[in-house]
Each structure stands twice: as structure tokens, then as C-alpha cells.
């Protein structure tokens, strides 16, 4: 139980182009979703947390204009990095919590590594 | 400010020598303190949840325990296959976040 996929696993895109992520809750519903960035060798950082049905609140410093979040239904969150640029270049990961159990913790998905030339 | 700070940052171990990991936290209203196993390339695969001082869960060879300043997680008779990074993390009273440690990259040879 408690399974998280995320789509695409791997994707290059050029500079200036859009790229949407999909995480999605596949056993499970996720009133509460959220997305991290990870660098090589690095903790994971909170970007934002997405709320099904309404705007997600973002993490100090991240910007929502450019990273834009969609939590449409209790199984399916997406990030969209608009106008990518080579720093934006990253380790992304959502995770969801299960609010059937009542409990705290998140189940992350497997990640996309997100590389922009 | 919350803070979760996990020692050592690396270790290296042979296959069966058992060790623990340490993870100390500041934080106002502990909603948990949680254990995660990430393998290079994957995400965060969940191992364990802790609520309260005293608390101690076991899967396999790991074994987590808690304090209100710090918990363990415990590795008896490691194998190479227990080669991740394991991160801690606590959950605050009133928030759904998770502030993370840095991790710790275990490397157990056989």
C-alpha cells in the first residue's frame, strides 16, 4: 500500500521550454501532496505543499510563477517548470500522505531528474 | 526553529558489524519523528514512524528508538543490501511539513 508514482522519471529539455511532472497517489487518496527538490549529495528542500482543490503555499525563496503546482484530485498533483533554465536542473520528488491513516507521514514517489541544455 | 541534525554524516561498516545512527531534533510539538531509507536515484522509501518518548519499532535488521531529544536507529548484523542514506525527519504540531536531517550515507562491505 501506500504506492506514489511520479512521470516522467527522466526528462531534457532545452532552455526557455515548459516541463510538467505528474505525481500521482495510486492506492490511496492525498488530500495533501507535496514537492521537494534534491542536489547531488544534498538533504531534500520543501518547495510547496499542494492542497486538492485549492493554490499550493510555497517555501520561502521558491517561485510560484515559475514553478507551478495543480492539485486537481486526491490522486494527482502536478509541478510544471516554466521556462527552464540549466539551474533549474534537479532531482524532483512529491510525496503524499494517506489521510485514511491519520497519521504524519509521506510517501514519496521515485523521483524525475529534470535536466535543461 | 526547528532543527534535526544526524550524525555521523557517513559511515562505513563490515557485513555484521552492528552500529546506530543518531538523529537529534529541536522542535515545538513533535508530530512524529520519521525514518527514511533513499537508495542513489529513488525516492525516500518509508521505514518507520515514532510518536512519543520511549516508543521503539523493528523491521528486519533495524530497530528505531525515541527520547525527546534524539532517536536511533539501530543496525544489527548489517549486509551490504542496508547500503542507503537514511534521513530523519520530525513533523511539527500544527504543520503537515517535514523538516529533514542531511542524511547519512551508510556503506556496509561485505
Known sequence: ?117 | EDQVTQSPEALRLQEGESSSLNCSYTVSGLRGLFWYRQDPGKGPEFLFTLYSAGEEKEKERLKATLTKKESFLHITAPKPEDSATYLCAVGQGGSEKLVFGKGMKLTVNP
Not at chain 1, 8 to 21: A, E, F, L, R
Not at chain 1, 48 to 74: M, P
Not at chain 1, 95 to 104: C, F, K, P, Q, V
Request: some cysteine; proline content about 3%.
Open chain 1, 1 to 117: 500500500g501506500a504506492v506514489v508514482s511520479q512521470h516522467p522519471s527522466w526528462v531534457i529539455c532545452k532552455s526557455g521550454t515548459s516541463v510538467k511532472i505528474e505525481c500521482r497517489s495510486l492506492d490511496f487518496q492525498a488530500t495533501t501532496m507535496f514537492w521537494y527538490r534534491q542536489f547531488p549529495k544534498q538533504s531534500l528542500m520543501l518547495m510547496a505543499t499542494s492542497n486538492e482543490g485549492s493554490k499550493a503555499t510555497y517555501e520561502q525563496g521558491v517561485e510560484k510563477d515559475k514553478f507551478l503546482i495543480n492539485h486537481a484530485s486526491l490522486t494527482l498533483s502536478t509541478l510544471t517548470v516554466t521556462s527552464a533554465h540549466p539551474e533549474d536542473s534537479s532531482f524532483y520528488i512529491c510525496s503524499a500522505r494517506d489521510i485514511g491513516l491519520g497519521t504524519y507521514e509521506q510517501y514519496f514517489g521515485p523521483g524525475t531528474r529534470l535536466t535543461v541544455t
